[in-house]
């Protein structure tokens, strides 16, 4: 069946092969569930699903350090279909603004293997046992702190910054009083929002010149994420609006992303409307 998947592949977008087969094995293991993912839109051909449920998700995020050894991870969330919905189902019914999620996660794997999981009612760890090939509760009620003291983001990139975005960093970087902000980046979403879901402190990949929407993907990047930091007390933004109120238009739609602890959040989103005013 890969060569099935990878022919369906939107334009231009090419999967490397353990991602392939990690896409192949979420699919086996949905079954009957409704499957939407970032490599392709249906699959009725396969499952013909009809499941209550829609799942969305990136099946391995940070593949490109595989080679390297890097932590990667996968992403998850998933929708209820509408109530009104019949027969297979349709792209346009994963089109539900991020509130709408009833449950999100992310595998992480790294030193250990970790799942992260949120049903709307806080947010729990699992750390998986390889010798019973099982999950145990480990990190139960996870809750990010109101601040951290560590910022994450691709510094390569500061050249497309825009003013607000260059200012925050200079702040973290050379404070008027304290210490300074420490830096730390993998490239890999999951690990880097799981670091800021324990460490504390901000996440972001937002707006720049060259990429007026960002780069991650709204439906299985940016709203899972958003859920799993705001059910642990965090908050997420694209920043103008929270990630998840926004009600995507098509699968694929990017958002920019700034996820963490409130107050670093609130830090960046006063800088932006500060500078949004001196334009007018």
Known sequence: LLPELRSRLPCGLVLEPTTSIVLFLF???LGFASVLNHAINLLRSIFLPQGKYIVCFDPLDGSSNIDCMGSIGSIFSILRRPANAVGPVTSSEALQPGRNIVAAGYALYGSATMMVLSVGT?????????????FILTQPNMQVKPRGNIYSINEGYTCFWDEALSEYIHE????????PYGARYIGSMVADVHRTLVYGGIFLYPATTNAKSGKLRLLYEGNPMAFIMEQ???????????ILDIHP?????RAPVILGSKDDVADVLSLIAKHKKQEQ
């Open 172 to 179: 973290k970087k050379f404070p008027k009083s304290g210490k």
């Open 122 to 134: 806080g947010v729990h760890g699992f750390t998986l046992d390889p010798s019973v090939g099982e």
């Open 232 to 242: 642990a007390g965090g908050a997420a933004s694209t920043g103008h609006i929270p």
């Open 27 to 29: 699919i086996v293991l």
């Open 249 to 253: 238009k098509h699968i694929h739609e």
